[in-house]
């Protein structure tokens, strides 16, 4: 039961092109939504979050939206540079009780063309 | 540098044996908890450890165990090790719950031959 899904295992773009990732998930008690970047040999980094009462969270070149009622969030990255090529997990949270107990989609790997 | 350090980096044991690998968290972080990370696969909640309490556990088996010490280090320990425990083993150290900027440490490659 995969409760948070990354359908896209991979995307390639274009330096300086936007990239967005998906992902989407299917428990209407998460309530928390994170984004992580892993490079190999390297535990996931931190992006960016977004909490269930907000639709757009913005962080510089990153961006999260949510849709609720579609049970979607998206990571667009404007403009997507060569580093930012690596793995995407979006990562999502039932309650701020819940501590570090976070539920990872499956990662998007990302390659950014020069 | 997230503050979280993890060892062993790699080892390799052979199935039916005992693992231990050790979390050292970020300097005041008192919630640890653990993920196995399978090969293309996201990372999966192991359990969490709370000021030394455990206080959350994912699906897995007994066998695999943990503590949190009083400065807030901790231990993952896998018994009776399977082939499919083969993994990146990764420790994450918050300070208190969700909201809280959550912090990775590099992992331990666990390899069961």
């Known amino acids: 039961d995969q409760q948070v899904k990354q359908n896209s295992p991979s995307l390639s773009v274009q330096e300086g092109r936007i990239s967005i990732l998906n992902c989407d998930y299917t428990n209407s008690m998460f309530d928390y939504f994170l984004w992580y970047k892993k490079y190999p040999a390297e535990g996931p980094t931190f992006l960016i979050s977004?909490?269930?009462?907000?639709d757009k969270n913005e962080d510089g070149r990153f961006t999260v939206f949510l849709n609720k009622s579609a049970k979607h969030l998206s990571l667009h990255i404007v403009p997507s540079q060569p580093g930012d090529s690596a793995v995407y997990f979006c990562?999502?949270?039932?309650?701020?009780?819940?501590?570090?107990?976070?539920?990872f989609g499956g990662g998007t790997r990302v390659l950014v063309k020069p | 540098e997230t503050g979280v350090t993890q060892s062993p980096t790699h080892l390799i044991k052979t199935r039916g044996q005992q693992v231990t690998l050790r979390c050292s968290s970020q300097?005041?972080?008192?919630?640890v908890s653990w993920y196995q990370q399978a090969l293309g696969q996201g990372p999966q909640f192991i359990f969490q450890y709370y000021r030394e309490e455990e206080n959350g556990r994912g699906n897995f088996p007994p066998r695999f165990s943990g503590l949190q010490f009083p400065n807030y280090s901790s231990e993952l320990n896998v018994n009776a090790l399977e082939l499919d425990d083969s993994a990146l083993y990764l420790c994450?150290?918050?300070?208190?719950?969700?909201?809280?900027?959550?912090?990775f440490g590099e992992g331990s490659w666990l390899t069961v031959v």
């Open positions: 990562a999502a949270l039932r309650s701020r009780a819940a501590g570090n107990k976070l539920t």
């Open positions: 994450a150290s918050s300070l208190g719950g969700a909201g809280n900027t959550i912090y």
């Open positions: 300097s005041g972080h008192n919630t």
């Open positions: 977004i909490s269930s009462i907000k």
